[in-house]
């Protein structure tokens, strides 16, 4: 995956390594490997921003993006808030969730975010190793950040339902994890998250919203096609993605 041109001066700075392979959180048959970029410190908003242009995410303060030795299943995707147009499903889901209250919280560690994030993770990822964090392990993933980082709580009635890791970019929000009440039937906790962060961007004047990666082959990942219209960059090339089957 090529970086783009406006990137390669700041990109100058930083140095890039491959990990080595390890199992594939979403293609449970194939191994994974991983580009980091280094050194963090040197990764700051406008470098960020260029990053997750070509490709990039970020989970504390590690820079990556895959790098398979045989395997091109994951696509970087966005949206262009300004075009999307919900389908009917998520407008329900965007009605159904009216009434949640959203506020900007400290980054840092609260007791009832991270109970509802086990509950989670036990719920939707068993057997993941995400389902089984300590403290500190939850705090380097989600509370660790060198650029501009909002989280953002959903709540209930008083009760927390919801929780949203968001970055801001220069050209965008990138959505960097959620959270949500597994236990509440007929929810669309996850629908909604990515409508109301695309109402963000739109509300500060950006024209993007990205999501990581699309992953066709992966119930888990499928789902974003699912927001139109989308943009994957292929090719180091952000260009539309067709509608879904």
Known sequence: MALPDDA???FSLLQFYATSPYPCSYLPDRQARSQVATPAHLIGPEIYSSLVRAGFRRSGIFTY??????????????LPVEALKPNRSQRRAWKKHANLQAREMPLIFNDAHYALYNRYQRTRHPGGGMDEDSHEQYAQFLLQSRVDTRLIEFSEAGIVRMVSLIDVLDDGLSSVYTFYDP??????????????QAQQCRAIGLPY???GYWIGESRKMAYKKDFQPIEGLIDGEWQ????PA
């Not at 539309?240 to 509608?243: C, K, S, V, Y």
């Open 8 to 10: 390669e001066l700041p």
């Open 65 to 78: 993006r895959p790098h398979c030795d045989s395997c091109r299943a994951c696509t970087p995707v966005r």
């Open 183 to 196: 236990d509440i039937h007929g929810a669309s906790f996850g629908a909604y998250n990515i409508l109301w």
């Open 209 to 211: 919203l990205y999501l």
């Open 240 to 243: 539309r993605l067709t509608d």
